[in-house]
């Protein structure tokens, strides 16, 4: 079973649409969880953290089941400016040395006018 | 806003040659990272560094590659012999804790011919 698992895409949604993505983790001692996004060719940049309580930055809502182990980002009103590929991100860092990042394969979305 | 820097932002090199990739972390951050990203490809970790050592590598970080912090802003990734797999895209980060977010530079893409 692969560490980081989601479902590559494409999305492809029109503008002002709502689009919901998943991911699964593998490993149940994993500590902190992110979205991050990725546009071509570029570095991957923190979209949001994820917390087991839900978390929400603007259009951007996260959501974290740890017994689960799923990880799922959604999207409202999407913009033309969405259109990347969406990472879901596990660390298994218990605060010391152990801070690698697992990256899953990412999620291509492509919002259409 | 504070970032990661790279230089330089493209390198391209014969098999064989060494190469050294530089970063500038976060000026606050303590805990220093290594990415890769063959095209088409999900990052992939390759090693940790903090309190001036290597606190974590992957698999993938064998004899040839090695990383220094000569002084108190550079980080470096250098690859003594290069190969043609070495071919990729290596991203630096930082955080400023060991489990919290992780900040990516603008990435160098390493091209071995």
């Given amino acids: 079973r692969k560490e980081v698992e989601q479902d590559p895409g494409p999305f492809n949604v029109p503008e002002g649409a709502t689009v919901a993505f998943n991911c699964t983790y593998s490993n149940s001692a994993s500590q902190s969880f992110f979205w991050y996004r990725q546009d071509c060719r570029k570095e991957p940049k923190l979209l949001m953290s994820v917390y087991s309580s839900g978390n929400e ?3 951007f809502t996260a959501q ?14 999407s913009k033309l400016s969405d259109s990347a590929t969406y990472l879901c991100v596990v660390n298994l860092g218990y605060g010391g040395a152990t801070n690698k990042l697992i990256f899953g394969t990412g999620t291509l979305l492509a919002v259409q006018p | 806003e504070p970032e990661v820097t790279q230089t330089p932002s493209h390198q391209v ?3 064989g040659q060494e190469v ?13 990272y290594w990415y890769r990203q063959i095209l088409g490809q999900k990052v992939e970790f390759l090693v940790s560094f903090y309190n001036n050592e290597i606190s974590e590598k992957s698999e993938i970080f064998d004899d040839q590659f090695s990383v220094e ?12 012999s290069t190969k043609l797999e070495d071919s990729a895209m290596y991203f630096c980060a930082s955080s400023e804790a060991g489990v919290g977010e992780q900040f990516f530079g603008p990435g160098t893409r390493l091209t071995v011919l």
Avoid: E, W
């Fill in chain 1, 57 to 59: 930055d603007g259009r």
């Fill in chain 1, 64 to 77: 974290l089941n740890r017994a689960s182990q799923y990880i799922s980002l959604l999207i409202r009103d």
């Fill in chain 2, 13 to 15: 090199t014969q098999m």
């Fill in chain 2, 20 to 32: 050294i990739l530089r970063c500038v972390p976060i000026s606050n951050h303590l805990y220093f």
């Fill in chain 2, 69 to 80: 912090r000569p002084d108190g802003s550079n980080f470096t990734l250098k690859i003594r």
